[in-house]
């Protein structure tokens, strides 16, 4: 698992790498920087999951293993899809945490039917039975 959480690391870098390397330093590219700061944000809260994985305790049994483990190829999942809501996944859970209402609007394709709920699950949210969704 340590060799694929590394090679998706970086392939993530080598994205930005490129990105990086199409940006012309005397134009304003709107669009490849954000999309290279986007990437960085993904990152950024891919290392922060993981490392969360690792530095937990040990499992004391094989479902929290297997728990554990599912929830590690969940990150691998969410980083290679490069939807834009994994950028601000602990943000939003915090925010959720927070308030009683979360209106959420993002561009189509951006992650929030499929991964939000995914986020709130895995977030315990689930467990303590404060999931309730309505659409528009």
Known sequence: MKNKVRAVRDEH???MALIKSK???DM?????RNLLEEH???????????????QASLPLNDYTAKHRLGAIKR???????HLPI????????????SNRVLILKADTGSG?????????VDGGFAEQGRLEFGTC
């Not at 960085?40 to 690792?54: A, C, D, G, P, V």
């Not at 929030?112 to 709130?120: C, E, F, W």
């Open 40 to 54: 960085r944000l993904q990152l950024q809260t891919f290392n922060s999951t993981i490392e969360s994985y690792i």
């Open 13 to 15: 870098n080598l994205h």
């Open 75 to 81: 990150e691998i999942k969410r980083i290679e899809f």
């Open 112 to 120: 929030k039917s499929t991964q939000l709920v995914q986020y709130l």
């Open 86 to 97: 994994y950028a601000r996944r602990q943000e939003l859970l915090n925010i959720i945490r």
């Open 23 to 25: 940006l012309d330093d």
């Open 28 to 32: 304003e590219d709107t669009i490849s």
